[in-house]
């Protein structure tokens, strides 16, 4: 990223965490836990710790890193290295992203370059170049309304399994929007924090439904209301529509027998890809199996995006990611030079598609497109002094 | 509920037999008394049936006070023996014994009893429908169930209700079939055994006559030196070798590691027969299915030492250990080769992965332009 944009984006991540720094809450136990974050341009600074909220807050406003992170899990000591460290337990986590969701919308406002003869276009990235037939090709996702609103629909349904399946009281978990294109979920105080890694892929195996064995419903009879995957399974198909591509019959009874007696097994494997697709949760398996990871702190701001990780534990249902996930609101604004962006929806405003053009813009929307990596901020007007005054802090500090 | 003594003269291994017996008020002076001869030649009787086929110790529950009693004074001859291989294979034969008789239990408040005195495990039981009669926390069932590496012990093919999974008694009682060995097996190396009247003494000394030898180290095995290994896989190794209860991170390690470095299945299973899993054939199967042979077929990778030490399993050496992050640096005149399975040969060359183990499927996207591979 050029060293204006760059300077303009720490100017606004420093002055959300000058002026809402209040809002990030301690964790539980916050020193027995390991921090990180990573300055512009700078590579992460793992393993540090802080022993209360306060200390952290004035680094944050000091340092404006682009990202800051804390652990979920507890250590003896968190500030040694990893094997020193002394793991003691840590909450479990989730995350749901759009991109894992592979919706249709992605062709539409997704966008590939080629590397070769720096090809840029909106869709799906293709096997080889049309224009030099090359194949180093990069890809750069974004979520719209419908991913976003895709992404709640799986942490809703990632809530019910961990309410009736694990026993999990709403009371004991956190939701929050990550900042970018999906969810966090935390819980806290429950079973599984003790349990290892390989504990968890068990965990993340089960909402994903990988594993799964196609006939496990055949030793006893399946029943609507039994609890977890066998009562989804039959729900799943006690609610199929009159006409559908698996039963003939329409009661539920009925399809069972189907199912159980006529048959084969490549339509009872076909059966099972389905129900478990419908019904599993789509959650990025390696975030609940990894104990040594960090993770983005809720009310920070994401460096790819400039929204905030914000909680909505109590609001999913109405919570908007495109208004209620906006760092600093006001009428400030910004010219930016865009180089491709899909139609976007922000602060209840849809702008775009752009391509190769400058535009102004409001200062939040443009700080998600050059974070997102797909323009850069142009020194006029507001943004020069804003830049004047980021340069003259750092020729003094450099000095 | 408290154990009646037709449930103590099953689970002899209960702390509540002790009580039972102090109440009873023997002591080790008494068993040179002609009155317990019947106790002795019973706990003679579980040993031999122990050493000449370690499956099964019989269970003589018609004669109450005899079979309570002659648990502790077999543990004490099997002591006294000195043989520590004789120990492991006892531990085994009585952790047998007792399984069979927990399958075949009538009482599911026995069973609740058991769980929550000796494991500290809270039961349910109920009769719902056509669902498996107990139900045990999900966390508690995970810990225990990730070392069976068949599908059908996975989580997500079991019924999950209310954080608990709901198990029939056969698959309840498996699940704790290691942790009753291994308890059985402390007792037997805590417990101090005292001067031994004369008429023990010479059972000992039968016993010792007739004990099969100890088996091949588990290094002549491998045909390695003991220095060769990091000392996490070391470690594993010698536990096994004593007959100790690997944890579950140790023997993926282990396994995952013999296979990197090119050891066969045939020689991994090799190693295990006086350990944990009583059926070779179940070990073979675990250790196919790290391989890749198995099931999901995915080809498990060596632990890196972070997730190693996360799960209290590293034992850094100092000055080899120390610029390594994965047991596969570790400095040795054996180099990771490549894995060898059952003739097919397949290698993985360079650095071993740091990787958490198994590894999903799908990797971590990054945000922003990225390279992606088709
Ligand atoms: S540092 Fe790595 S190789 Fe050495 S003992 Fe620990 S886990 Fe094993
Ligand atoms: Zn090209
Ligand atoms: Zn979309």
Redesign the pocket.
């Known amino acids: 990223m050029d060293e204006n944009s760059t300077l303009i984006l720490k100017r606004y991540f420093k002055e959300y965490y000058f002026h809402y720094g209040e809002r990030i809450k301690a964790p539980s136990e916050i020193a027995s836990r390991e921090f990180g974050y990573f300055p512009f341009g700078g590579a992460m600074i793992r393993h540090i710790s802080f022993k209360d909220i306060g200390t952290f807050r004035a680094a944050l406003v000091r340092e404006a890193p682009a990202g800051a992170y804390c652990s979920n899990s507890l250590y003896n000591d968190p500030t040694a290295e990893m094997?020193l460290k002394g793991w003691k337990s840590a909450e479990l986590i989730f995350d749901i992203d759009a991109d894992g969701l592979k919706l249709p919308c992605k062709k539409v406002h997704d966008v590939w370059l080629c590397k070769g003869g720096g090809k840029k276009e909106f869709g799906l990235r293709p096997e080889t170049c049309p224009n030099c037939k090359g194949n180093r090709i990069l890809e750069l996702t974004w979520a719209c309304p419908d991913c976003l609103e895709g992404t709640k629909k799986e942490t809703m349904k990632l809530l019910e399994f961990l309410e009736f399946d694990f026993g999990i009281s709403s009371s004991q978990v956190r939701v929050y929007f990550s900042g970018n294109a999906g969810y966090h979920i935390s819980v806290e105080k429950s079973q599984y924090e003790t349990l290892d890694s390989h504990g968890r892929a068990e965990i993340a195996d089960y909402l994903t439904g990988r594993g799964i064995m196609p006939n496990f419903f055949n030793s006893t009879r399946l029943l609507p209301n039994d609890p977890g995957w066998r009562g989804r399974v039959a729900r799943f198909i006690r609610d199929l529509p009159e006409v559908n591509t698996l039963f003939k019959s329409t009661t539920f009874e009925k399809r069972l027998s189907e199912l159980i007696s006529d048959f084969s097994k490549k339509q009872v494997e076909n059966f099972m890809t389905r129900a478990v697709s419908e019904n599993s949760v789509k959650i990025d398996a390696m975030v609940t199996t990894d104990i040594h990871r960090i993770f983005r702190m809720p009310e920070t701001l994401n460096n790819k995006t400039g929204l905030v990780k914000r909680e909505c534990s109590d609001n999913l249902n109405s919570f908007d990611p495109t208004t209620d996930a906006i760092a600093i609101k006001d009428d400030s604004k910004a010219e930016v030079m865009v180089d491709i962006v899909p139609k976007i929806e922000i602060g209840g405003s849809s702008y775009g598609p752009f391509r190769s053009e400058t535009i102004e813009l409001p200062l939040y929307v443009g700080v998600y497109i050059v974070s997102r990596g797909a323009g850069k901020f142009v020194i006029t007007g507001q943004n020069s002094a804003l830049v004047q005054k980021e340069a003259q802090q750092k020729v003094r500090s450099d000095n | 509920m408290q154990f009646g003594s037709d449930d103590l003269a099953k689970y002899t291994f209960l702390p509540q037999a002790g009580d039972f017996i102090r109440l009873q008020g023997v002591s080790i002076s008494d068993l040179a008394n002609q009155d317990y001869i019947k106790v002795i030649q019973r706990a003679e009787e579980r040993v031999l049936q122990a050493i000449k086929d370690s499956k099964n110790v019989s269970s003589r529950i018609d004669e109450r006070v005899v079979e309570i009693l002659s648990f502790p004074v077999a543990l004490m001859l099997v002591k006294s023996t000195k043989l520590d291989h004789l120990m492991g294979r006892y531990a085994l034969a009585e952790a047998i014994r007792v399984e069979t008789l927990l399958k075949q239990e009538k009482n599911p408040k026995v069973i609740e009893e058991l769980f929550r005195s000796s494991l500290g495990l809270e039961l349910e039981h109920s009769l719902q429908g056509t669902l498996p009669e107990f139900r045990i926390p999900i966390s508690e069932y995970v810990k225990r169930s990730v070392q069976f590496h068949r599908d059908e012990w996975k989580l997500v093919n079991k019924v999950a209700g209310g954080g608990r999974v709901f198990l029939a008694q056969d698959d309840l009682i498996r699940l704790i079939r290691e942790e009753i060995r291994s308890m059985i097996l402390q007792r037997l190396k805590d417990i101090k055994v005292p001067k031994l009247p004369e008429n023990l003494e010479q059972v000992v000394k039968r016993l010792i006559a007739i004990a099969p030898p100890p088996p091949r180290s588990a290094y002549t095995i491998i045909n390695v030196r003991p220095e060769d290994y990091?000392?996490?896989?070391r470690?594993s190794l010698d536990m096994l070798e004593k007959g100790e209860n690997v944890p579950h991170y140790g023997r993926f390690l282990m396994a995952t590691y013999l296979l990197s470095v090119g050891k066969t299945v045939d020689d991994i299973v090799a190693l295990f027969p006086k350990a944990p899993d009583f059926k070779q054939s179940v070990t073979r199967y675990q250790v196919e299915h790290l391989a890749g042979l198995k099931g999901g077929r995915t080809r498990y990778r060596v632990p890196?030492?972070s997730t190693?030490?996360t799960n209290n399993?590293?034992?850094?050496?100092p000055v080899?250990?120390n610029v390594?992050?994965?047991?596969l640096?570790?400095p040795s005149k054996i180099s990771p080769i490549g894995m060898r399975v059952s003739g097919k040969e397949e290698t993985r060359r360079g650095p071993a992965s740091t990787k958490a183990s198994p590894e999903p499927k799908e990797r971590r996207k990054k945000r922003g332009w990225m390279k992606t591979q088709r």
């Open positions: 094997h | 990091p000392p996490c896989v470690h890196s030492c190693l030490a399993f590293c034992f850094r050496d080899k250990c390594i992050t994965s047991p640096q570790y």
